[in-house]
């Protein structure tokens, strides 16, 4: 294993990601003192990212400014169609793949279930652009649709924390994005690796709003041996188009909470002879 020191030095995301492994579980049973002090130490990070973020539409404006100075005006074309392509993915997710699971799993027509959870979860998720501040709305909505308090209880607020399906597709877009961008060819098996890794990195992406699933980009980029200033221009573009693609991801992290703890229990009402009339929840 690479050295952790060298791992930092030279950007190797992979390395510095084993190595933060090892050291969390070999802090396991560490005193209440040295984790208070590792705590407090992560919660300043947090704030000086906050604080690079608060200043970043300086840094993107000089993005565009340049971008257009050197292409001219229809350089905004290519942020809209890689937007498109963004939203696009997100899209399918929620209205193709999330669908086929459900149905996979209850044997019923799932779009009565999969739109009542948009409609109540994604539309305030895309304004508040907060999973956490969505919980309260994800909680009343599986009371609504009668499900077990103790189980949604649980699951809704660890759904906010890793179910990050939509910062997936942003990780996996975007580095694909400079991937094509630079000409590097990608096979099928590079591709469903990139695919794993950016779920778990989603998992683990950052609270700071707006920020949050742009941060893991240099580590998926480092697989395809994408030098750390070139990922860093992608988490750049990243912010440009971040409004709307920050808001469609939480719309999409949110209601996917809600349709998967409904779809779960659904499972054991059909596996006790329950009816499951989902057509109620339309």
């Given at each position: 294993?690479?050295?952790?020191?060298?791992?930092?030095?030279?950007?190797?995301?992979?390395?510095?990601?084993?190595?933060?492994?090892?050291?969390?579980?070999?802090?396991?049973?560490?005193?209440?003192?040295?984790?208070?002090?590792?705590?407090?130490?992560?919660?300043?990070?947090?704030?000086?990212?906050?604080?690079?973020?608060?200043?970043?539409?300086?840094?993107?404006?000089?993005?565009?400014?340049?971008?257009?100075?050197?292409?001219?005006?229809?350089?905004?074309?290519?942020?809209?169609?890689?937007?498109?392509?963004?939203?696009?993915?997100?899209?399918?997710?929620?209205?193709?793949?999330?669908p086929i699971i459900v149905f996979v799993v209850i044997r019923q027509n799932p779009f009565p279930?999969?739109?009542?959870?948009?409609?109540?979860?994604?539309?305030?998720?895309?304004?508040?652009?907060?999973?956490?501040?969505?919980?309260?709305?994800?909680?009343?909505?599986?009371?609504?649709?009668?499900?077990?308090?103790?189980?949604?209880?649980?699951?809704?607020?660890?759904?906010?924390?890793?179910?990050?399906?939509?910062?997936?597709?942003?990780?996996?877009?975007?580095?694909?994005?400079?991937?094509?961008?630079?000409?590097?060819?990608?096979?099928?098996?590079?591709?469903?690796?990139?695919?794993?890794?950016?779920?778990?990195?989603?998992?683990?992406?950052?609270?700071?709003?707006?920020?949050?699933?742009?941060?893991?980009?240099?580590?998926?980029?480092?697989?395809?041996?994408?030098?750390?200033?070139?990922?860093?221009q992608v988490v750049g573009v990243g912010f440009i188009i971040g409004v709307l693609q920050d808001?469609?991801?939480?719309?999409?992290?949110?209601?996917?909470?809600?349709?998967?703890?409904?779809?779960?229990?659904?499972?054991?009402?059909r596996k006790e002879g329950k009816e499951i009339n989902i057509n109620k929840a339309a």
């Amino acid at each position: 294993m690479i050295n952790p020191v060298k791992a930092i030095h030279n950007a190797n995301y992979i390395g510095i990601l084993a190595w933060a492994t090892l050291l969390g579980l070999a802090l396991r049973n560490a005193p209440d003192t040295t984790k208070t002090m590792i705590s407090n130490l992560s919660d300043a990070v947090s704030k000086m990212v906050t604080w690079v973020i608060k200043f970043a539409p300086l840094g993107i404006m000089g993005l565009v400014f340049e971008s257009i100075t050197k292409n001219g005006i229809e350089s905004l074309l290519g942020y809209g169609r890689l937007l498109a392509v963004l939203l696009g993915c997100m899209v399918f997710v929620a209205l193709v793949v999330n669908p086929i699971i459900v149905f996979v799993v209850i044997r019923q027509n799932p779009f009565p279930l999969v739109f009542k959870c948009l409609k109540e979860s994604g539309v305030t998720a895309f304004f508040t652009r907060s999973s956490a501040a969505n919980i309260p709305v994800n909680m009343r909505l599986c009371k609504n649709l009668g499900l077990d308090k103790d189980s949604y209880s649980v699951s809704i607020p660890l759904g906010a924390t890793i179910n990050m399906g939509g910062a997936a597709v942003t990780i996996s877009v975007l580095t694909l994005a400079a991937v094509h961008t630079l000409g590097i060819q990608v096979d099928v098996p590079t591709a469903i690796i990139l695919s794993v890794l950016s779920a778990v990195c989603a998992c683990g992406a950052s609270g700071v709003a707006g920020g949050g699933s742009l941060l893991p980009i240099p580590l998926a980029c480092s697989l395809f041996g994408i030098p750390a200033d070139v990922a860093m221009q992608v988490v750049g573009v990243g912010f440009i188009i971040g409004v709307l693609q920050d808001s469609c991801e939480t719309a999409l992290n949110s209601s996917t909470d809600v349709l998967f703890t409904a779809t779960a229990e659904f499972k054991e009402w059909r596996k006790e002879g329950k009816e499951i009339n989902i057509n109620k929840a339309a």
